[in-house]
C-alpha cells in the first residue's frame, strides 16, 4: 500500500495522544475504523489510562495478551495458583498439566543458590597499576561514602553493596580496566539502584585519580566508557527439580514401562545438552514458563532470557538448561538457571495485573518468587519433553489451537461445539477444519 504521508516526523512525543492516533491512522485504509480500534482498548477510566501510557513513550493503547492461571504447582510443599501472560495457546495447559502430574509424586522442590548482582564501570586509564592497587582501599572508602545517599535506603532493607574489584583487562583492549562491584537488591530486581551506584562511582573515579597526590600527569586523567549493571547474574541463581521412584512413571505412556519413559526422556534431555539446534527449542520452551510468569508478576523477562541464553553458554558451547539423573530406581529431573527479579518496586507495583499476581501467589520475596517462576519453566519443559518422546506435541498443541482456527473462521458458539466434539479423537490441522466448517454451513 502506498504510504499516504511523509513518515518523517519531528517532534513526535510531544503531539497529543489524538494527534499521533491520526497520523498512525493516516497508514491504515479505514481510518476512522484504526482509531476505534485502538480506542477501544484503552482502559475505562482514564486515570488508570494514565498510568498505563506512562509506562512507556508514544503509547497509543493496551495490547491484550491472555492472562491465565495454573492450579496445583506445589513447590516445597506449599501450593500455589501460578498467574501466567501468555499467548500461546498450550503453554498454560502445559504447565497446569505438569503440575497435576508432579502432584502426584511430591510435588516440585526448589532452592535459592545465591541472589547476587554485579555492574561494572569501564574504563581506560593509562597509569602504573601497582599505585592503583595500592590506594584501591582508599578509592573504595570514598566510593562507599559518596554513593552513601543511593545505598542508606537499601541497606535498611538488608541490602546494599557487597564488595569492589578491580579487573585488568590490557590483554584485551588498551588501558582497559573494569571496576567490578557486586550487590545484594533483596526484593527489588534493583536495576535502576545499581545503575545509579555506578554513575556514582564513575565520578569518585574519576575524581579520585584527578585529586590523588600519588598519581602524575597523565594519570590524573580517566575515559570512563559507560557504567551499567550486567544481565548476566550467573550468582544470583535458582534450582528446581521433580523426583519419584521410576515405578511411579509406569502408566505415563501405555507403550512403555517407567524405566523406558524415563530413558527416552534421559536422551531427549541429553540431546540438548550436545545438540545447539535442539537446545535453543529445549530452552524456549522452559522459557514459554519463565517469560509467562515474569510478564503476570511485571518483571524484566529480557533481562531473565539474556541471562539464561547466556548461563546456557557457559561450557562454551549453547547447552540445555535442564538435566535429567537416573540413578538405581530413581528418576530425577532439574533446572538451575539466572533469574534476577523482584516483587516490589518497579512495574510490580505499578501495574495493576502485576500487583494482583504478586498479591495471588502470597506476597513473595524475590527468592520465593524466583522458585515459583523457574519451576513454571520445567513444569513447561517437562510437559514439552513427556509429549515428545510419546505422542509427539502436535496432536495437544493443535487442539489448543483449535480455537484460534475456529475464530479465524468467524465461528459461532453452536459451530465451536460441534468442531470441539468432532475434533476430539482426531489430527487438528488448518485445512481439516476449515473443511469442517464449510461443510457444516453448507450441509
Ligand atoms: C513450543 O513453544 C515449545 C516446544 O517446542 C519445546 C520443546 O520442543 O521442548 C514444545
Known amino acids: 500500500m502506498p504510504r499516504k504521508r511523509d513518515l518523517i516526523i519531528k517532534g513526535f512525543s510531544k503531539l497529543l495522544k489524538e494527534d499521533k492516533l491520526k497520523i498512525v491512522a493516516e497508514l491504515m485504509d479505514n481510518q476512522i475504523e484504526s482509531i476505534e480500534l485502538l480506542k477501544s482498548f484503552w482502559y475505562a477510566d482514564s486515570e488508570k489510562q494514565k498510568v498505563f501510557d506512562e509506562f512507556s513513550e508514544n503509547t497509543l493503547t493496551n495490547y491484550y495478551v491472555p492472562y491465565g492461571v495454573a492450579p496445583n504447582v506445589q513447590i516445597n510443599g506449599q501450593t500455589y495458583l501460578v498467574p501466567m501472560v501468555i499467548e500461546e495457546s498450550s503453554v498454560v495447559a502445559a504447565a497446569s498439566s505438569a503440575a497435576k502430574f508432579w502432584l502426584d509424586r511430591g510435588g516440585f522442590h526448589a532452592e535459592v543458590i545465591d541472589t547476587v548482582k554485579e555492574g561494572q564501570v569501564h574504563f581506560l586509564w593509562e597509569g602504573n597499576k601497582e599505585k592503583l592497587l595500592s590506594t584501591f582501599g582508599e578509592l573504595k ?80 586523567e580517566v575515559n570512563v566508557v559507560m557504567s551499567i549493571l550486567s544481565n548476566y547474574t ?139 517462576t523457574a519451576t513454571m519453566g520445567l513444569a513447561n519443559n517437562f510437559s514439552a519433553i513427556k509429549s515428545l518422546v510419546t505422542k509427539g506435541i502436535q496432536m495437544g498443541h493443535m487442539k489448543m489451537h483449535l480455537m484460534n482456527i475456529l475464530n479465524h473462521f468467524k465461528a459461532t458458539e453452536e459451530e465451536k461445539a460441534l468442531a470441539a466434539a468432532y475434533f476430539k479423537e482426531k489430527k487438528v490441522s488448518f485445512a481439516m477444519v476449515g473443511d469442517y466448517i464449510h461443510k457444516l454451513r453448507h450441509a
Open 141 to 220: 572508602k570514598r566510593m562507599l561514602e559518596d554513593a552513601g545517599y543511593i545505598t542508606a535506603n537499601m541497606e535498611k532493607r538488608g541490602g546494599g553493596i557487597l564488595d569492589f574489584e578491580l579487573v585488568d583487562l590490557k590483554h584485551k583492549i588498551r588501558n582497559y580496566y573494569q571496576l567490578k562491584v557486586t550487590f545484594e537488591t533483596v526484593d527489588s530486581m534493583g536495576a535502576n539502584f545499581i545503575n545509579s551506584c555506578l554513575e556514582e562511582f564513575a565520578k569518585t573515579l574519576k575524581d579520585f585519580f584527578a585529586s590523588h597526590p600519588l598519581f602524575e600527569k597523565k594519570e590524573k
Open 234 to 372: 550467573p550468582q544470583c541463581l535458582v534450582k528446581t527439580w521433580v523426583e519419584c521412584d521410576i515405578k511411579e512413571l509406569d502408566n505415563v505412556d501405555k507403550s512403555l514401562t517407567g524405566m523406558e519413559f524415563a530413558k527416552k526422556f534421559q536422551t531427549a534431555v541429553r540431546i540438548a545438552e550436545v545438540d545447539t539446534f535442539r537446545a535453543t527449542t529445549h530452552n524456549k520452551g522452559i522459557f514459554n514458563g519463565v517469560d509467562a510468569v515474569a510478564i503476570a508478576t511485571g518483571n524484566d523477562f529480557r533481562a531473565i532470557e539474556a541471562a539464561g541464553h547466556t548461563y546456557a553458554s557457559q561450557k562454551g558451547q549453547y547447552q540445555s538448561l535442564s538435566h535429567v539423573e537416573i540413578n538405581k530406581n530413581k528418576f530425577k529431573f532439574y533446572l538451575e538457571m539466572p533469574m534476577a527479579l523482584g516483587t516490589v518496586g518497579g512495574l510490580t507495583s505499578l501495574h495493576p495485573l502485576a500487583k494482583h499476581s504478586i498479591e495471588m501467589l502470597g506476597n513473595p520475596s524475590a527468592k520465593e518468587l524466583m522458585m515459583i
